[in-house]
């Protein structure tokens, strides 16, 4: 599934991220930045010590990455350039901030890419694995978030690809794409 929004393309694809040429993933990571399972343990296990040398570092910086805030890595081994590594919120119902820490997720990454001058942008499903986000509802918050992102920033990005590890996570994002104006 594709949609332009000026010159970006949005798109969808079933990928392991992991395998992706562009210029950052973006990782699920939790607020310790130390790895962990899901794709973030993908990401690490492609990607090789230096992620984690590199999450090292910032934590030693800046601590804990709370909720919704962005930092960026190289990417190691993997054919991309760089990993942008979020924290999405944990579901609880969706009476705890859950949908605006999503958003900040999202939109922090494409900040954090922009400003790097990143033109192209691969997001998993954050939050709908081990942290439990209803996959729907995550898709439609992620779709609204970078679609307000590429309409205020028209020239920023090439592609940002949503890629779901299988066909009903990619189907939840392409319908949300859909119905997204
Ligand atoms: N490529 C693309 N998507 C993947 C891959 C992959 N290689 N592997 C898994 N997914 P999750 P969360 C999908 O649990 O819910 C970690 O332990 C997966 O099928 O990775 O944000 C972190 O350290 C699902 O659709 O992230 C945190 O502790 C989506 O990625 C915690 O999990 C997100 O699932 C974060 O939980």
Redesign the pocket.
């Known amino acids: 599934m594709e949609k332009k929004i000026g010159t970006t393309t949005l798109s969808t694809v079933v990928?392991?991220?992991?395998t992706l040429r562009v210029d950052a993933v973006v990782n699920?990571?939790?607020s310790s930045l130390m790895?962990?399972?899901?794709?973030?343990?993908?990401?690490h296990r492609a990607g090789g010590p230096s992620i984690l040398q590199e999450c090292k570092k910032i934590v030693s910086e800046i601590g804990r990455l709370p909720a919704g805030e962005a930092v960026i890595t190289t990417a190691g081994n993997m054919p991309s350039k760089h990993v942008i590594h979020t924290v999405?919120p944990v579901w609880h119902g969706g009476k705890k901030d859950e949908p605006a820490i999503l958003r900040n997720a999202y939109t922090n990454s494409l900040k954090q890419a922009s400003r790097h001058g990143l033109k192209t942008v691969a997001f998993?499903?954050?939050?709908?694995?081990?942290?439990?986000?209803p996959?729907s509802r995550a898709a439609s918050v992620a779709v609204s978030a970078v679609v307000d992102f590429v309409k205020a920033h028209p020239d920023a990005f090439v592609e940002i690809t949503f890629?779901?590890?299988?066909d009903t996570?990619e189907r939840e994002y392409a319908s949300a794409l859909q119905s997204s104006v």
């Not at 990928?15 to 992991?18: C, L, P, Q, V, Y």
């Not at 998993?124 to 986000?133: E, L, Q």
């Open positions: 990928s392991d991220i992991t699920a990571a939790n790895g962990g399972g899901g794709v973030d343990g993908a990401i999405g998993p499903s954050i939050s709908t694995g081990v942290y439990g986000y996959v890629c779901g590890f299988d996570t």
